[in-house]
């Protein structure tokens, strides 16, 4: 059973599979180290006729179901050391080809990153340190009053599913309650995570911190804008580690700027990075960071661990929680 890499950029793929992990996938199939390229494929489709499984991560070329049918005719399943396989899996499951994706690895240092954020927020952080900068203490202690501290507040979700579901499942440990939109989310789920549904204005309306998980889709963009968040409470705190484009950022600046009480923490816009001279980059209430809640560095080793531990399941026999099927790209991000 021959196995490949395959991969726009492959220092990428360098980068992801620590080579302990290559070693491993190594003792398990026969693996050409070589990581290939769309040009590579369809320049030399020969060489890949007898190709069993792919390993790839961010930069994963897409192809039609006419070039995967060409080039990879023994080709059974593929495993994607990143998170979103929207850019390519479908032509890939119309030809039968299994399709496994690390998302749920990818999903635990978002997860990390907003909680802390969300504890941060619940105690004032973001605000007091604005304040301290100039040393106005008697400000600071009218701002300790502002905030609710991190005992029995509401923090609401946007969306719940595997980013938002952990986040939840993490914020148990602090004593938080939880609300959450999502037309999604079962009664069931709801009542297995302990978090209490609700409509979208009522959870920028009753949550002191509101966070973005939305999946990224045609119907979610734009959806977060004026009428959210000029119903955000007092002293409240958005964070977005989702998509920059679910948010209309003229009406979020157009917010902060009326409210300097309220906070944006925001990991991703809409373009990344925001365009010179955006309001963003002026508003002191606005925290803007470059795309990091993800994973970076060592984290991404998470990622490559999680598909090969995939791929001896699929050797085993095996179900594994980390496959994609085409139903279920109608949800995730």
């Known amino acids: 059973m021959k196995t490949v890499f395959l991969c726009q950029n492959p220092a990428t793929v360098a980068s992801v599979y620590a080579s302990e992990t290559v070693e491993k996938i190594k003792s398990l199939t026969k693996l050409d180290t070589v990581v290939y390229t769309k040009a590579d494929v369809l320049s030399h489709p020969e060489r890949f006729a007898d190709t069993q499984y792919v390993f790839s991560t961010w930069g994963m070329p897409s192809f039609t179901e006419d070039e995967i049918k060409a080039c990879f ?58 304040v301290m900068r100039t040393g106005d203490m008697p400000t600071c202690d009218v701002l300790k009053k502002a905030y609710p501290g991190n005992y029995n507040e509401t923090v609401g979700l946007i969306g719940v599913g595997m980013i938002g579901s952990l986040v939840a499942k993490m914020l148990r440990d602090y004593r938080l309650k939880v609300k959450v939109c999502d037309p999604f989310l079962s009664e069931e789920k709801a009542e297995t995570l302990g978090v209490t549904k609700c409509e979208l204005h009522e959870l920028f309306e009753t949550c002191r911190v509101v966070s973005n998980h939305m999946a990224d889709k045609p119907a979610t963009r734009g959806m977060l804008g004026y009428a959210c968040f000029s119903r955000m409470m007092p002293y409240a705190t958005f964070i977005n580690t989702g998509r920059g484009a679910q948010v209309v950022e003229q009406d979020l600046a157009r917010v902060l700027t009326e409210r300097p009480d309220l906070t944006a923490l925001l990991d991703v816009t809409y373009p990344e990075p925001p365009e010179t001279g955006h309001p963003f980059y002026s508003l002191e209430n606005c925290i803007l960071t470059p795309h990091i809640a993800g994973s970076l560095m060592n984290e991404t080793h998470r990622m490559a661990e999680y598909m090969r531990e995939a791929f001896e399941t699929v050797l085993d026999g095996r179900p594994c929680p980390w496959e994609v099927t085409e139903s279920m790209l109608a949800t995730m991000a």
Request: glycine share 6%.
């Open 73 to 130: 005719p023994k080709l059974t399943c593929l495993f994607y050391g990143a998170g979103t396989v929207q850019s390519f899996a479908r032509p890939f499951l119309a030809c039968g080809v299994r399709v496994f994706s690390a998302w749920a690895a990818n999903a635990v240092p978002v997860a990390e990153y907003t909680v802390a954020q969300i504890i941060l927020a619940n105690k004032g952080f973001f605000t007091h340190s604005r």
